[in-house]
């Protein structure tokens, strides 16, 4: 189905006039008074399958919660999801359809718990029946997880509440109380600002081999797969038969194509290779849009032909290319709002690989998404006797199945363990390698994410994004506890500052090993000893021991290189940074035996290996005497 060319004003007040004498304004095919609710799209990616909220749901006494008796806790419930649908407490902007549904299955929950307890009205709710809820909460089963809620869940459940003392002159039945009085919806679910990050990046031991493999599949293998296409859409359009004949005639002619070509290694012998290597294809050009430009799903999938452009920019040398998109978080607009996203070359070869990819879907549905596929069901048949109607932009769950597959194919491990790969990780990656590496960037990285706070415009945008700032300040906190639990518990450190450490760290036993371990890290973190962690190795940072010059905001990233940190009073090394001092004595060793190595090169090599090899025997002789 196509999307329909929706043209909306994005500003709260014009909404609010669209909506005017009309509460059920945000549904389609369906009324206020249905048991069934269909919200009307609120971008692209809702088209094929909207929202849908069911008021017929049964309540623990067995009853539907639209049965009579109920009418009167019904009404207010459509209303007060009518206020969330239409204005967020955050923003004051609507909310997107996925989020209602999100604070309409909180509601479910409350009122079923409500339903057990005998309440019949919110306003009938007390303190005591409030945290009564939160204890059912907590001790609710999670289908196939752990059998208690964790703070952060019961955090978003409680949230709800806000909405009901913010709107209270707005229902016909409300709390008589004020649910935060004193506190806020995290203090009361026991949560706090802790290091952990819910949504996870990917490590640099998986993202190095995943761009790597996604750019050489794009650059390199892209270009065979297309030649496969055109010689499939001409072997299929070429002759009749079957419904399947079609699949043998195209076969066939790849194995004629594929023997004349020099490079037979990449070329597609079959239809069912041409479909597998195409699902990589589209796979791999996520992972380097999403890695290497850092949008989010949503803007990655709502893409159009025509989006790589070039801006010249004021003072600049040369202009610069630019990928051109909306952003639809915290956006009322069925478009987004506008947003440039400066682009490498590798993420614009991704974007010219799918316009390829996508020339036919676009022509048949008469549209201009990058991502159209067939619904439901991939194979040589996505692009055979093609039905506009059949043809969607993929969801989030539809890409996070091709990223999976995609991963498994790569045999991406962490720890040991295979890594799943998600659809928010290229995101968080891109965050965490361009900040933590450059605080002084943080700015920039901000205006190129979009992130922005609402009464900022887009013209007047300068990047002064705090929540930004809070969770790369939170990564580095987690990266300092992860690195103090690791080196109190390694067998052997080397390096100056590794000598200090394990002369003076205390010896951890017993059964609550790990938790003292925690406890420990936490608390050298908290008295201010936050670490530089590297590839090759952590740094203590003491100011006046500092080798690279640094000041008393941190290291000097000018200065701050593998040699500087070698001899540095902060420097630690420990097993995990072995392989990258191991690597350096190889090449070291290699460019000693260069004939026309000149002398003064041959001093810096030699001081080089000496001292790669003095931190590789630190780390092997506390090894050593650990076994």
């Not at 790597?212 to 070429?238: C, F, N, S």
């Not at 995990?576 to 004595?585: C, E, F, G, K, L």
Request: with cysteine.
């Amino acid at each position: 189905m196509p999307a329909p060319q929706r043209q909306t004003d994005d500003s709260p007040v014009a909404c609010a006039q669209a909506r005017t004498g009309d509460r059920a304004w945000f549904l389609v095919e369906s009324k206020w008074e249905d048991p069934v609710w269909v919200l009307a799209p609120g971008n692209a990616l809702e088209e094929r399958q909207p929202v849908r909220l069911r008021w017929d749901f049964k309540l623990q006494d067995g009853r539907r919660f639209t049965d009579q008796r109920h009418a009167a806790l019904l009404e207010t419930s459509r209303q007060l999801v009518a206020l969330i649908r239409s204005r967020s407490l955050s923003t004051g902007l609507p909310l997107r359809p996925s989020t209602v549904a999100q604070y309409f299955h909180t509601l479910r929950c409350l009122l079923q718990w409500m339903s057990g307890e005998g309440f019949s009205r919110f306003s009938l709710l007390d303190p005591p029946g409030l945290l009564q809820f939160q204890q059912w909460l907590r001790s609710r089963p999670l289908a196939g997880r752990s059998p208690q809620r964790a703070p952060g869940t019961l955090q978003r459940h409680l949230y709800l509440l806000a909405y009901f003392q913010r709107f209270r002159d707005e229902l016909d039945d409300c709390l008589s109380f004020d649910p935060f009085a004193g506190s806020d919806h995290r203090q009361l679910a026991g949560a706090h600002n802790g290091l952990r990050r819910p949504w996870p990046y990917t490590p640099d031991s998986v993202t190095v081999p995943l761009v790597q493999a996604a750019i050489d599949i794009v650059t390199r293998d892209a270009p065979a797969v297309l030649r496969a296409w055109e010689t499939y859409r001409k072997a299929v359009a070429g002759g009749r038969g079957s419904d399947h004949a079609h699949t043998g005639r195209a076969t066939r002619a790849l194995q004629r194509a594929s023997a004349g070509m020099a490079d037979a290694d990449s070329s597609v012998r079959s239809v069912r290779e041409l479909v597998r290597r195409t699902d990589l294809l589209y796979a791999a050009c996520f992972v380097v849009i999403s890695y290497l430009v850092g949008p989010r799903v949503s803007e990655i999938l709502h893409l159009k032909a025509g989006c790589v452009q070039r801006r010249s920019a004021e003072g600049a040398s040369e202009p610069v290319t630019v990928i051109v998109g909306a952003i639809f978080k915290r956006q009322s607009g069925y478009h987004g709002r506008a947003h440039e996203w400066v682009a490498p070359p590798a993420a614009v070869q991704a974007v010219a690989v799918l316009e390829a990819l996508s020339a036919g879907h676009r022509a048949v549905a008469g549209r201009e998404e990058l991502w159209l596929r067939r619904w439901r069901g991939n194979g040589a048949t996505e692009w055979h006797e093609l039905e506009p109607e059949r043809l969607e932009i993929p969801s989030t769950a539809r890409v996070s199945i091709q990223l999976g597959r995609f991963g498994a194919w790569l045999g991406l491990t962490h720890e040991g363990r295979p890594w799943k790969l998600t659809t928010h990780q290229g995101r968080k990656t891109f965050a965490r390698f361009a900040a933590l590496r450059d605080r002084t960037c943080l700015f920039a990285l901000a205006q190129q994410l979009g992130h922005r706070e609402r009464a900022e415009t887009d013209n007047g945008y300068a990047g002064s994004d705090y929540r930004l700032n809070q969770e790369i300040d939170a990564e580095i906190l987690a990266q300092s506890v992860n690195a103090w639990e690791h080196m109190l518990a390694a067998p052997g450190l080397g390096g100056r500052a590794g000598e200090e450490i394990v002369a003076n760290r205390p010896r951890f036993r017993g059964k609550r090993i790990k938790e003292d371990l925690a406890s420990y890290a936490r608390l050298l973190v908290d008295a201010g000893l936050v670490l530089g962690v590297c590839d090759w190795g952590f740094c203590v940072y003491r100011e006046e021991y500092s080798a690279c010059l640094g000041n008393a905001a941190g290291p000097n990233p000018a200065r701050r290189e593998p040699s500087t940190c070698a001899r540095c009073q902060n420097f630690v090394v420990s097993e995990q940074h072995r392989p990258y001092w191991a690597i350096q004595v190889h090449r070291c060793q290699e460019l000693l035996d260069e004939p026309a190595l000149p002398l003064q090169t041959l001093r810096i090599v030699r001081a080089r290996l000496d001292e790669a090899r003095s931190l590789v025997r630190a780390i092997d002789c506390g090894r050593k005497e650990s076994s």
